[in-house]
């Protein structure tokens, strides 16, 4: 329905019930033609209006692969058309929408109208029309270049090309509903429209369906080149793959004639030719530098390919794929890698693996070797990891050969994690952050960022700490793992894009790939997973649609793009770091010859086999003891060891017998129950401690030689200790010393005067030593007398005082019995504390008792002295038995005799032992000892210490690091 409205120009026609636009107004106004004033109605059309939206209608068109395509041209014609001819679509839309109400209506308004063939001049002729559509063409190439480049979504794109067939089809049948209309009207003679407007509305509908057609073709167009780009993506893609499936043949063939070559040649003339390779001088290199530490600020700065990752986002598998061997354990989510691994990849004609410590090497060919160098790996893992901690920096350092090996050195890396488990150490976060930076610091380390492309990026927290250490990207090489994932779980390819192009994280990179590591499964081969990866690319809708190219695929082209950056880069610092080391050099030299002028470098190792040789010289010196200074040395030390026991246990108790008969049952059964008991026991140890004092006494006096080294003393005494610890005497010693002692013992005839002198001085000496220390030993209870407090100026205390008042008062009972028992009666202790309590001392009994002990044992060992005097010269009546009619009874010397000659006896024994046997067991014992502190490094770095020590270490390692750098730069400038 339309209705008349009046505007600022005139009156208005707005059809009502039609959608109304920019192009749905017309202006009724007047003008002047001669002296009539007619009516017209004037479409209004703004200024490039079509025009206005064409930027944001460009963005919506396929990407820079095919340019702006011509059904776009179409479009924006047809659009055009539709504009200027508005009036009649709406008419005609008005006409079939109104129906019936227009039929009612239509006499009200038809008088208003004017004659329809004013619309003719209104009309743009086809001139007209060619001129907007060259100038359109011409707009769309002027704006071409400013267009930024973009790929529509397939989808989306698939879904616009529907839509656009839906609305051709419409406009179709609403065109031939309203020619059809017109028609019927015409007919009728009721039709507003005359013939040659019918003419015209026809042959604009031809026009526009063959602008239609054109359109069309343009799109068939569009998408032939679509699928040639597709076609030749895909063929390159296969060309690629079927190059490499050619060069892994040859490598092949080239594998099995070295060994041919080699197996002909002869292992001498083989090993003639065989000369180390770059990568493996570089990784020695590498292997000294980890060990390294300088208080010079000469930094290890050497290239290395350092492999940083999420936890569980493939970096392992990475690292495998490069070495084509699943070399390292496996866990269900659980954290693997536990210290950083340094992997060597090396070119060789076996794919074998070998640990720098060891010289074991697995083949990786075989599945047993590979689990075995896995548990071995894990192992080494789990030992490095000390004191509770879940990670550590100490490196496992390991080599892998094998044909076609890309050669480099990688570190693989602990994974970054965002939360501790409580399995873990609680700063296990921060220490695998601190590991990983420390590695990343290195100014020439190139970093392979590995990030998880099955999962959501916004989880990523490798990538914002890359970007920190490398915020320009110039040393970081990105790979996406888990492509296969990314394009089955990702509704929208273009994040794919946007992740390789560098456009989704913030960090930068030198490249970017995308890689398949894997399928999930612990048991596929390398092989298998790299067949199932480049079948994956080989059909992958994300590379067949132009989201990434075919370089930046397959771990096969990763390995050889972090090949060469990791050589340029070698290539690059190598011989700075060559300077850097030598200026080092020279002033660790200098401190040296300033501090240590007329010393020898000797490093730690160097210095700990001066010390054993020096050890073992001592124990060879053993040797030299004559056998008389061991029996001297073992019977002074066996009288040490037993005196107390012989005075207190056995002499003592037989002296207070009334007979002589008495006393040597008395004795003979303390002698035999200490013979059986502790005594053999006693005497091992007597011979051992004898061993290690006179072992200790070379040992010292190597100390007094001018020769003498102080460097070495903590060494000598650690080793000594811990041999002497370990040393258990022959186990049949002690059954053998007990027959030998039981006999000497029985024995109690003295066979001639001789032995009957040595055992009277014996006794006498004994005697003499045991009162000498009682005396000291009451001096101390009862304080100084009185010479010395005039002397001295000392004074005894409260205590001394009531010791000597009760020591006076006990002496006073030996005068009055000579021959005291050893102990006091009730009523002499009585009489005791009464005494002294008139004194104006008040003692206990036991003060009074422990005050006796001392006092009576030097009242007993003044009376056997004086035995032992008497004793002297009674040999011929102890011969004779005539002891008794003299007076004299000498069972003390006697029993000191048969003690005596016990010693001897075991003395002898023990010397033997110790000659024959036990020395040699030490000397073994010592040797074993020597050996394990030589293979610990620890121990050694305990022992050995000192500026002296640490100077000539730095100096060896630092000459050694630039030994090897030299000859690996004058090996690297030779290949060049």
Not at 310 to 322: A, F, P
Request: contains cysteine.
């Amino acid at each position: 329905m339309q209705k008349l409205v009046k505007g600022r120009f005139g009156y208005i026609i707005r059809v009502v019930g039609v959608s109304q636009s920019r192009w749905a107004r017309q202006v009724l106004t007047t003008r002047q033609d001669g002296d009539q004033v007619k009516t017209v109605v004037v479409p209004i059309i703004r200024h490039y209006s079509s025009l206005r939206p064409l930027r944001g209608d460009l963005l919506k068109l396929p990407g820079p692969n095919y340019g702006i395509p011509s059904r776009g041209i179409g479009m924006i014609i047809a659009r055009v058309l539709r504009g200027a001819l508005k009036i009649r679509y709406l008419l005609l839309g008005g006409t079939i929408a109104g129906g019936s109400a227009l039929a009612k209506t239509y006499e009200e308004w038809k008088e208003a109208l004017p004659d329809a063939k004013f619309l003719e001049d209104l009309m743009p002729s086809q001139e007209e029309l060619d001129a907007i559509r060259t100038a359109l063409i011409s707009y769309r190439d002027k704006i071409k270049d400013s267009v930024p480049d973009f790929t529509l979504d397939p989808k989306l794109k698939e879904l616009g090309e529907s839509k656009y067939d839906q609305l051709m089809l419409w406009f179709k049948e609403r065109l031939d509903d309203a020619i059809k209309a017109a028609e019927e009207e015409k007919s009728e003679g009721t039709g507003l429209f005359t013939d040659d407007f019918s003419s015209d509305l026809k042959q604009h509908a031809i026009s526009f369906s063959a602008m239609g057609s054109a359109a069309e073709k343009e799109r068939e167009k569009a998408e032939t080149i679509r699928e040639k780009y597709e076609g030749l993506q895909e063929e390159l893609m296969q060309v690629q793959l079927k190059y490499q499936k050619e060069v892994e043949r040859l490598e092949k063939e080239n594998k099995e004639l070295r060994k041919s070559l080699m197996l002909r040649a002869g292992d001498k003339i083989a090993h003639k030719k065989i000369k180390k390779s770059l990568i493996d001088m570089y990784s020695e290199v590498l292997d000294e530098l980890c060990d390294y530490d300088s208080s010079y600020d000469t930094q290890d700065h050497l290239p290395r390919v350092v492999v940083v990752g999420d936890q569980s986002s493939g970096k392992t598998s990475v690292l495998e794929m490069v070495a084509q061997a699943r070399i390292f354990p496996r866990g269900a989510g659980e954290m693997m890698t536990r210290a950083p691994v340094m992997v060597t990849l090396s070119e060789g004609p076996y794919h074998i693996a070998s640990f720098k410590d060891s010289t074991r090497e697995f083949d990786l060919t075989k599945e047993s070797e590979l689990s075995e160098l896995r548990k071995e790996v894990e192992l080494r893992m789990r030992n490095s990891v000390r004191l509770g901690r879940t990670v550590s920096h100490e490196v496992i350092s390991m080599t892998v050969k094998g044909p076609g090996l890309q050669r480099m050195v990688l570190v693989d890396l602990p994974g970054i994690i965002s939360t501790v488990t409580t399995d873990m150490a609680s700063d296990t976060r921060e220490a695998i952050r601190s590991i990983s930076e420390q590695y990343m610091s290195n100014p020439n380390a190139i970093i392979l960022c590995i990030q998880d492309g099955s999962v959501d990026a916004e989880r990523s927290n490798v990538t914002d700490l890359v970007s920190q250490m490398d915020p320009q990207g110039k040393r970081t090489i990105f790979v996406l793992t888990k492509v296969d994932l990314a394009e089955e779980n990702l509704t929208n390819p273009d994040r794919i894009r946007k992740i390789l192009s560098g456009k989704l994280f913030p960090m930068k990179a030198l490249g970017y790939f995308a890689v398949v590591t894997g399928r999930g499964s612990k048991e596929d081969s390398i092989q298998a997973i790299k067949d199932y990866e480049e079948s994956f690319f080989r059909s992958s809708r994300i590379f067949k649609g132009g989201v990434i190219n075919s370089h930046q695929c397959t771990t096969r082209n990763l390995s050889f793009a972090v090949s060469e950056c990791f050589w340029k880069m070698v290539r690059d610092t190598v011989e700075q770091q060559a300077d850097a080391f030598k200026a080092t050099r020279f002033n660790l030299e200098t401190e040296w010859k300033n501090n240590f002028p007329r010393t020898r470098e000797l490093d730690r190792d160097e210095l700990f086999e001066k010390a054993r040789g020096e050890i073992l010289d001592e124990v060879v010196n053993l040797s030299q003891v004559s056998p008389k200074q061991w029996e001297d040395a073992l019977s002074k030390k066996m009288w040490e060891k037993m005196v107390t026991h012989i005075f207190e246990n056995i002499y003592l108790p037989a002296a207070q017998t009334e007979n002589s008969g008495t006393f040597n049952t008395t004795a003979d059964i303390k002698l035999k129950q200490w013979a059986d008991g502790m005594l053999p026991k006693k005497c091992v140890e007597v011979g051992w401690e004898t061993l290690e004092d006179e072992f200790r006494k070379f040992m010292e006096r190597a100390k007094n030689s001018k020769d003498h080294d102080n460097i070495f003393d903590s060494l000598k005494a650690c080793v000594v200790d811990e041999a002497m610890r370990r040393h258990e005497w022959e186990d049949k010693a002690a059954d053998v010393l007990r027959v030998i002692q039981l006999n000497a013992l029985e024995d109690r005839s003295v066979h001639d005067k001789q032995q009957w002198d040595a055992a009277c001085k014996f006794l006498e000496d004994s005697v003499k030593d045991k009162l000498n220390t009682t005396e000291s030993t009451l001096r101390e209870m009862v304080g100084p007398s009185t010479k010395e407090q005039w002397l001295h100026w000392s004074y005894p205390t409260e205590e001394q005082r009531r010791r000597a008042a009760v020591k006076s008062e006990l002496e006073n009972i030996l005068k009055s019995d000579y021959k005291h028992k050893n102990t006091l009666t009730y009523d002499e202790v009585t009489q005791v504390r009464k005494n002294s309590q008139a004194q104006g001392v008040d003692v206990d009994n036991e003060f009074i008792r422990e005050t006796w002990h001392p006092v009576y044992r030097r009242h007993f060992l003044r009376r056997a002295l004086a035995k032992a005097y008497d004793c002297r010269k009674a040999f011929y009546a102890y011969h004779q038995g005539l002891e008794g009619e003299l007076g004299v009874e000498c069972n003390d010397v006697v029993l000191f005799w048969r003690i005596q000659q016990m010693i001897r006896i075991t003395a002898n024994a023990l010397r033997q032992q110790v000659m024959n046997r036990e020395a040699r067991r030490l000397e073994k014992e010592i040797k074993e000892v020597l050996e394990e502190y030589g293979c610990d490094r620890d121990k050694k770095e305990q022992l050995l210490t000192g500026r002296r020590v640490m100077l000539a270490e730095e100096l060896k390692r630092v000459r050694q690091i630039q030994e090897k750098l030299e000859e690996f730069i004058y090996a690297l400038n030779a290949e060049k």
